[in-house]
């Protein structure tokens, strides 16, 4: 049945990207992406990754599809199509080429199959993560960490730094995201928007003083 | 030969949405697509990662009285953060996208090179 | 959007039950499915709806920006001074042990306080971008509307 559903889903998700690649409406593609973290989302559910799953249905299906969408309204919802037919043939030739070479690869009788206990991502710090966080037979108390989801403890203990090191990442893109859109608006005010727009300036509307103090402090206004 | 199937039929796949996600950003077009087409490739790769994570009659890594085999947490523990990440880069992205229609009045690929090119 | 009395309702309705999940998701993570990453997006698209269907000066009333970029420094903080605070208790950087006698009852702690870095962290960047994307759309939407007032 797992078998089954994980076909059908994947080969959802294949069908969902080709039709991406193939739409020009970028409305159109932004709503199939949308569907496309919802259809990894139940992957993730079916490889037991509930905690990626949780995280992927929220992210990518929702936030992701905002940020795209509010995008769109700000750069035009239509992409024109191409002019020289080059520009469609090398990379599909070129990616064709490297699919063949991925697949041919994958058929390495090494290859650890789906789902093989044995194989070499298995062996290593996982285990003995699980002996973590395992009662021992016989002794209720937990050892070490003592917190049932062991995504959890590996995540902020054993990864600590890493995830230290992924929320600096985000702090970074936030302010990024906010230095580049947040803090121009004034001088795209000033510069960009010729003639009838000083007519409007002696009397700014009630939102822009507040959008005024928000961007005060930013550099460069 | 069924057997070799539905064991490499995850990784296939995963090389198929890979390469369509690299098509997307080769074949210059859109930006907005571009960036689209980048959230596919790195979905692929997380699907690659909790592929490699799973193992055939385990249950999800959340201790439990009687249960005695889990899925490889390990690999839930990177996407999961490379997924919150993810979201954090394309936004940045697309805030580059308005910043370059803003400046250039196009965000198609071509359009920027040959105004590039001609200036 | 702001005039569909049916969204206004549903959205006042469905708000409080986002933010409650969002808390519950943050603070039972340790037993269950969740963690900071996944409560703070969820914690933000409370917010983000709001502004949708109210519109964004409202929202931007309800969580001003101050306190958003104050969010993201500080949970970037939290968590690193967790890790210097176990540094002064004698361990090393984010030896949770150190926070308490029992080594498990630190661990537990020391997670708990860097699951809530991430997750204050998370919400406020994401919130912040979605208002600083919002707030462009609007100007842009509104310079034709002001030009032909004027």
Known sequence: MEGILNIILLGGMAVTAIAIAKMRNLFVVTMLSGIYSLLSAGIFVLLDAVDVAFTEAAVGAGITTVLFLSTLILVGREAKPRQFRMQAILPFLLVLAVGAGLIFASLDPNMPRFGDPNSPANQRLAPEFLADSVPQVGNEAPTRVGIPNIVTTTLASYRGYDTLGEVVVIFTAGIAVLILLGAARRRREDEELEGPETGAKPEPPKEDSRMADASKEAPGS | MTDLIIGLYNYWIVIILMMVGFYIVMSRQNLVKSLIGLNIFQTSVFILYITLGKVTGGTAPILEKGIKLYSNPLPHVLILTAIVVGVSTTALGLALVVRIKEAYGTIEENEINRMDNES | ?150
């Open chain 3, 1 to 150: 959007m702001r005039n569909h009395l049916v969204l206004r309702v549903i959205a006042k309705l469905l708000i409080p039950f986002i933010l409650v999940f969002a808390l519950y998701v943050q603070f039972h993570g340790d037993y269950g499915p969740g963690g900071g990453f996944q409560a703070g997006v969820i914690f933000a698209v409370a917010f983000i709806l709001y502004a949708l269907i109210y519109g964004l000066e409202n929202a931007r009333r309800v969580m001003p920006p101050t306190w958003l970029r104050a969010g993201t420094a500080l949970g970037v903080l939290i968590y690193a001074g967790t890790g210097i605070a176990t540094m002064f208790l004698g361990g090393k950087f984010l030896d949770y042990s150190r926070l308490a006698h029992d080594a498990s009852h630190g661990q537990h702690y020391g997670i708990i306080a860097v699951e809530f870095g991430v997750g204050l962290t998370v919400a406020s960047v994401m919130v912040t971008i979605f208002f600083v994307f919002a707030g462009r759309q609007r100007l842009t939407d509104e310079d034709p509307d002001e030009e032909n007032g004027a």
